[in-house]
């Protein structure tokens, strides 16, 4: 018999979000008065990292609990099919809950629902599920239900490139429709639509999976327009940085580096900012849907991005980096159920937390077993006794041609390793946030390097790829977006590394 008090659980999933690009985290530019409600009523763990930063392998994580070597998914790679015995939605819906998602899933195939009991899809534009060789019913314009609904309420030929604009371009201009037809009120209405229609004899889980503000950059005009006349802080840019890649490809929309002119900066910002801003209203939205159909009480709620972006940081953009823009993200719990548990209410976690740990914190929250598959660890604890330490480190990867990256984060510091080149850097997080100062030369950060780089090592013992023989990292090792070879691996569970 379970439990029938259990709380409701509400997932605000975001896309392409930094982890410093909100009110509540300090930046100094961007309004978010819901999600700084949320934070301000809530827990938030400023330390949460995405292990491997790019759309796929961070979903892996969060749909199954696992680190990148266990879920195979080290870099990006479509159309390889999801197939795991154990999942999020899986067993919440063993345990009870009545489970949705509306939106973003990018799993394969499309409409893989990953044990939801149903899924109101919207991928964003998807290159791969467009082209004229994917099968009728794998084509993201019939398996996509908001391309699908747009196409009936605007014409079958509308779509979101309208606009002009590409899905991992810099270049931003505003929608082109009416803001009821943009996929982040789409979401949000389709979630809402769900709390009408639930079943009202169990607790719900729901995942309100956002686009934004991952690219096309083309917020309702209304956001843009909070932006132009301000001030922006521009661009993280430091010591360590070469322009090389900026002058090959600063003129290229989709370019690793982000724009080379510095208007086209300014734009790219001003469209990033206001998908935010549009974001937290829609987010609003759905707060006082929870309280008008009175669950809030009783529902907890957990806000968090599958990794950040680089918004021309470092001469970079997009994500895969190792560097906070690209892998730290936002993550707090809030909601009237934190009162239920006695949460610190309003207090800020600094342990090192990972999406691989919002699978076991769910389960752990609606009571439910966890699977001994899941390599995540349950954040409830914290939200008693938010001084706790979940972790000492973590390591995380990305599978990305010459930038091919391995890195160990902790509180204080971050040690990188580029698995192509050799290159090592290392930085104080702790005095030097946004990682300006390489301090990999310094001798008296030396004894910590090798402390950290040791600690990478052993991470990477019995990997496929070779990357060490137990004593040094080896460089310039084959490096497969999906490891098809995982039985070393599987042998010993990596949970974040001890220092």
């Known amino acids: 018999m379970k439990k029938t008090n259990r709380p409701n659980i509400l997932l605000i999933m975001t896309d392409q979000l930094r982890g410093d690009a909100l009110g509540y985290a300090g930046h100094p530019d961007i309004k978010t008065p819901y999600l700084d409600t949320l934070a301000s009523k809530g827990v938030v763990f400023d330390h949460a990292y995405s292990a491997c930063p790019s759309c796929i392998a961070a979903r892996a994580a969060l749909h199954t609990g696992m680190s990148p070597e266990h879920h195979r998914r080290v870099g990006y790679e479509d159309n390889i099919p999801w197939t ?20 973003k899933m990018h799993v394969h195939p499309l409409r893989n629902y990953l044990g939801f009991h149903n899924v109101d899809l919207h991928d ?60 982040t009120n789409w979401v949000t209405d389709r979630s809402i639509d769900f709390l009408r229609r639930r079943d009202p004899g169990k607790p719900f889980f ?44 600063g003129r290229i929309f989709d370019s690793k580096t982000g724009p080379i002119d510095p208007d086209l900066i300014r734009e790219a910002q001003i469209g990033y900012y206001a998908c935010i801003t549009h974001l937290d209203h829609q987010i609003g939205r759905l707060i006082m849907a929870l309280i008008e159909h009175e669950v809030y009480d009783n529902t907890l709620i ?33 909601g009237g159920a934190l009162a239920n548990i006695g949460a610190q209410q309003g207090s800020v976690c600094h342990s090192v937390a990972e999406l691989r740990d919002v699978m076991p914190t769910l389960l752990d929250i609606a009571d439910a077993p ?12 914290l ?9 000492d480190s973590l390591h995380g990867e990305h599978s990305y041609g010459e930038f091919s990256n391995h890195w160990i984060v902790t509180e204080t510091d971050k040690y990188i390793w580029h698995s192509q080149t050799g290159q090592e850097q290392y930085f104080l997080l702790k005095e030097d946030p946004h990682e300006l100062t390489d301090r990999i030369n310094d001798p008296q950060y030396r004894d910590r390097i090798d402390t950290l780089r040791r600690l990478l090592i052993r991470n990477l013992t019995g990997r496929p790829e070779g990357f060490t023989d137990g004593q040094e990292l080896i460089p310039g090792r084959p490096y497969p977006p999906y490891l098809t070879d995982v039985s070393d691996t599987n042998e010993a569970k990596e949970g974040g590394g001890v220092l």
């Open 383 to 391: 939200l008693t006794d938010p001084v706790e330490k979940l972790r």
């Open 302 to 334: 957990l806000f968090t991005s599958d990794h950040g972006e680089e918004l021309c940081d470092h001469h970079m953009f997009r994500k895969s980096r190792p560097y906070e823009g690209s892998c730290h993200i936002p993550l707090l719990i809030s």
């Open 370 to 381: 966890i699977p001994e598959s899941v390599d995540g660890i349950s954040l409830k604890p």
């Open 124 to 183: 964003g534009y998807l290159h791969a599920a467009r082209y004229g060789s994917v099968p009728y019913r794998e084509s993201q314009l019939v398996a996509d239900d908001y391309f699908y609904w747009l196409k009936e309420e605007l014409g079958v030929s509308a779509d979101v490139t309208d606009t002009g604009l590409d899905c991992n371009g810099y270049v931003a201009r505003p929608w082109i429709y009416e803001e009821k037809y943009h996929p």
């Open 206 to 249: 729901l995942m309100a999976s956002y686009l934004k503000p991952h690219p096309p950059f083309d917020a309702p005009e209304y956001y843009f327009d909070l932006y132009r006349s301000r001030e922006l802080r521009p661009p993280f840019v430091g010591t360590w940085e070469s322009d090389r890649y900026l002058k090959e490809s």
């Open 84 to 103: 795991y015995p154990h999942t999020m939605a899986g067993e919440l819906s063993k345990a009870g809950y009545h489970t949705q998602c509306t939106g």
